[in-house]
C-alpha cells in the first residue's frame, strides 16, 4: 500500500503536472500576496482611527479647559480685577441716552 501511495504521488509531482498547473500556483500566490496585504492596511487603519481618536479626545478636553477659563474670566468681578491696573472703573450711574432730534428743513 505505501509502495502505491509513494507511486501516485511521484506521478501527481512529476514535471508536466507542476508545468500544467504553473498558473495556478501563480494565481494562489497572488492571492496570498493580496491577502497579506490586506491585513496590513486593516491594521495600519485601525491604528490610524485610534491617533485620531486620541488626538480628538485631547482636543476636546482644551476645548472644555479653555472654555471654562473663559467663563471664569468674563465674570464681572474677574473683568473688573483685569481693567483695575488700567485705570478702569465700574461706573456707578446708568449710561445716559443721547437722542437727537432730526432738523426740520422748512422752505418757508
Not at 58 to 76: A, F, G, I
Request: net charge positive; no cysteine; glycine share 2%.
Amino acid at each position: 500500500m505505501a509502495i502505491k501511495l509513494k507511486h501516485s504521488l511521484r506521478r501527481l509531482m512529476s514535471y508536466r503536472w507542476v508545468t500544467a498547473n504553473v498558473p495556478f500556483f501563480l494565481f494562489l500566490s497572488v492571492l496570498a500576496i493580496l491577502y497579506i496585504a490586506n491585513g496590513h492596511i486593516a491594521d495600519k487603519t485601525v491604528r490610524d482611527i485610534n491617533t485620531t481618536a486620541n488626538e480628538l479626545k485631547e482636543l476636546q478636553y482644551e476645548y472644555k479647559t479653555v472654555k471654562s477659563d473663559l467663563m471664569y474670566k468674563s465674570r464681572e468681578a474677574e473683568m473688573e480685577k483685569a481693567t483695575a491696573p488700567l485705570g478702569l472703573k465700574v461706573s456707578a450711574e446708568p449710561p445716559v441716552h443721547i437722542v437727537i432730534e432730526p432738523k426740520s428743513t422748512d422752505n418757508n
